[in-house]
């Protein structure tokens, strides 16, 4: 028989006929044991050929499907003579190479072929079908765009099934006036009305609403400042405690949930599946990040007591409110040996009443609290009571202002600390770390919820990205290999090293380069010709402008937004001996630097991240200022001595994020890629 190989038609291009084939009773082979080998292999016999299933080992998704008798499986890597008797072929194993293989090896036979990896050198390729009511719709791109043909299947399908499209989530940003409250979930809108969703904080007052104009705005709903992926990242990072003062915090997952139950009744079942998706999410988030359930704002608080006073046996903490967050606070006071007094405007506390203390009124405040040793606010004092908590407290008495509302005892308490108190500080390293991996996480989750709304358009079967040499940049790389499996898990990313002129040239002081693409130049160029579909750059490397031909195609948030100090010993900044030599390329970090230590010298250093350690363990330096992201990407965050808060170091706009470039007429890219572009989201 003839060899059935398409030919191709000048520029490469190919034309696939559809057909209609019965394959009852027809001899099919796959080669692959991943989900994609399995799909195929379900397909197949869906229409009643008899598979067999080559491959050392199964996926889950294909060992279940064997279980079910769906195809045989042969536990082998492939040979020449598995396509014996074979009339249709599936390469679909996660080696491209081999793939190519298993098709030229079927052509020579003149078997019908699928290259699952590179759609557009297969003979047969498998459209997406839609079936109803008789009818099959099945749309293909010629092996070209995938996704997008089954985007265009899905919307198709919509329309047959008489399927509304979803509406468009959008964020609203704090329309609710001061003191709103959620309305009575018994008063529910009519099905074509549904109100939105209300998250009231301490610091927080948002809602959200799913519209399907998102650009359209109202009295009740005015322009959303988010929409779409955006809306959800945000939502998840809020329950999660990522944009909290106390990072981390575990308290606002459980006022978010219970906002959820107390209007569920009156949502939309879109609006509070987004809720609940989020709440999911965030469970997810702190398993996979170390993040604590313990990390509360009653912790911290009951620990800054316990600094502030020395230990906590024996003493007695004036409780103004009793909100839940006092409540938490007396618990952790008792254990600690300490004695609460709540006072509130109520008369009946329940958990007061639970643990048998009897609650003060307020207007008592001034004998009541008389030689207390500290004092926690929940609410908003008046000017009477603000007198009375002043004249009661002894004068070097701790006053922690959890409503952060009471800034007008400033000066009037000497150990006065509002909630920027806790948002302030640096965090440790470890704690650095977690907060990473929590932001690296939610990032990831945004992107399987975006994947679970209906298939992603535009991302091609393999995706070629063009990166730098450097450990840095194998990390990079893993990291937004994890990000596109999680959009789309069938896209096989391969990664292309390339080099740039910044790591030719490793003589030049960066300050005296004036080439904005000195780390950027050769992977752009790969990009322009051809050589690869994206280049992967830290962001911060990016050239101010571009040719007209490339465009950033997606820029992810940064992760670990800091700036920190690596030392031979582990010392912080202020451990370190006048005259120590501080390695930095960077002229905003040396200025910096002499603003906060004057008596330090830095010290011009080039080279990747480990070589810049190595020259410190060497002797050549006393301290290096290096970006945290790279160190903790890099799984060295044993290796920071210290890490700055924004204030204290000043970090480079977008340290810590990656960016993709592809071509400017590259649609389907920019379309596939965009999901990852937060910002894209905004209106």
Same mark, same amino acid.
């Given at each position: 028989?003839?060899s ?11 034309h696939?006929?559809?057909l ?15 989900r ?11 229409a009643?050929?008899? =598979? ?5 080992e199964?996926?889950?998704?294909a060992?279940?499907?064997?279980r ?37 090896? %079927? ?16 003979? !047969? ?11 099959t ?5 010629d $092996? ?6 089954r ?16 509406p ?29 969703? &209300? ?27 988010? !929409? ?37 009744r ?18 997810a988030?702190?398993l ?23 230990g906590?046996?024996?003493?007695? !903490?004036? &409780? ?7 409540? %938490? ?6 254990? $600690? ?19 048998g203390?009897?609650?003060?009124p ?14 926690? &606010? ?26 952060? =509302? ?14 920027e ?35 992603v ?5 393999a ?29 096989? !990313? ?7 002129p ?26 322009r ?6 280049g ?17 195609? %997606? ?5 670990a ?9 582990g ?8 005259g ?19 008596d ?84």
């Open positions: 028989m003839a059935v190989a398409p030919t191709p038609e000048p520029g490469g291009a190919r696939y006929l559809p209609g084939l019965d394959l009852t009773g027809w001899e099919c082979l796959v080669v692959g044991g991943g994609v080998g399995a799909r195929k292999a379900a397909t197949l016999a869906s009643g050929a008899r =598979v067999t299933l080559v491959s050392p199964l996926g889950p998704a060992a279940q499907a064997a079910n008798g769906a195809f045989r499986w042969r536990r082998a890597r492939y040979a020449a003579d598995h396509l014996d008797g074979i009339r249709l072929v599936v390469a679909a194993t996660d080696n491209a190479a081999l793939n190519l293989q298993i098709g030229q090896e %079927a052509s020579a036979r003149g078997l019908l072929f699928c290259i699952a990896s590179s759609g557009r050198s297969s003979s !047969v390729i498998f459209p997406a079908i839609h079936r109803r009511d008789g009818l719709v099945a749309v293909h791109s $092996g070209r765009r995938c996704a997008r043909s985007s265009l299947r899905d919307r198709i399908a919509q329309v047959l099934d008489a399927r509304p499209a979803p468009v989530p959008a964020l609203f940003r704090a329309p609710a006036e001061e003191g709103a409250e959620a309305p009575c979930p018994h008063s529910a809108a009519p099905e074509a009305e549904y109100p939105p969703f &209300l998250l009231v904080t301490c610091r927080r007052r948002e809602t959200y609403a799913l519209r399907e104009n998102p650009a359209e705005s109202s009295a009740e709903m005015p322009r959303p400042d988010q !929409v779409g992926p955006a809306v959800f990242h945000h939502l998840v990072r809020v329950a999660v405690g990522l944009d909290s003062p106390l990072r981390g915090e575990a308290d606002v997952a459980e006022q978010l949930r219970e906002a959820l139950v107390r209007q569920r009156r949502l939309s079942p879109g609006l509070s599946g987004l809720v609940a998706a989020a709440l999911r999410a965030q469970a988030v702190r996979a990040s170390g993040l604590g359930a313990d990390r509360s704002w009653a912790a911290a608080v009951v620990t800054r007591l316990e600094l502030r006073l020395g906590l046996r024996g003493c007695r !903490v004036a &409780l103004l409110g009793c909100g839940r967050l006092n409540a %938490a606070v007396a618990d952790r006071l008792a254990a $600690g040996g300490a004695e609460a007094i709540p006072f509130s405007h109520r008369a009946e506390i329940p958990w007061c009443a639970s643990r203390w009897r609650v003060l307020w207007r008592r405040l001034r004998e009541g609290a008389r030689g207390v040793s500290a004092a926690v &606010l929940g609410g908003r004092l008046t000017p009477a009571e603000a007198d009375d908590l002043v004249f009661a407290l002894p004068p070097s008495a701790p006053v922690l202002d959890l409503a952060d =509302v009471n800034a007008a005892l400033r000066p009037r308490c000497a150990a006065y600390e509002g909630l108190s806790f948002a302030d500080g640096p965090p440790i390293p470890s704690e650095a770390a977690r907060l990473a991996a929590a932001e690296r996480a939610a990032f990831a989750e945004t992107l399987r919820w975006v994947a679970g709304a209906g298939p358009a535009g991302l091609p079967p995706l070629r990205v063009g990166a730098r040499r450097s450990a840095l940049s194998m990390a990079q790389v893993a990291e937004m290999r994890g990000f596109l499996a999680a959009l789309q898990p069938e896209t096989a !990313v391969e990664f292309v090293a390339l080099d740039a910044g790591d030719r040239d490793k003589a030049t002081p960066l300050p005296a380069v004036t080439a904005e693409d000195f780390f950027t130049r050769d992977i752009d160029e790969a990009v010709s051809g050589v690869v579909d994206a992967l750059h830290s962001a911060k490397d990016l050239p101010r402008q571009f040719g007209e031909d490339l465009v950033v195609a %997606a820029q992810t948030p940064s992760f937004p800091w700036e920190c100090l690596v030392t031979r010993g010392g912080g900044l202020d451990t370190l001996p006048p120590a030599r501080i390695g930095t390329s960077s002229v905003r970090r040396a200025q910096r630097l002499r603003e906060l230590r004057p330090l010298v830095p010290t011009d250093i080039r080279g990747n991240v480990p070589d810049r350690i190595r020259r410190l363990d060497e002797g050549a330096y006393d301290g290096l200022i290096l970006a945290a992201a790279g160190l903790l990407r890099l799984r060295l965050e044993g290796r920071i001595a210290q890490v700055f808060s924004p204030q204290e170091f000043p970090p480079e706009p977008a340290q810590g994020a990656l960016a993709l470039v592809v071509r400017r007429d590259r649609a389907d890219l920019l379309e596939g890629l965009a999901p990852l572009d937060l910002g894209r989201a905004r209106p």
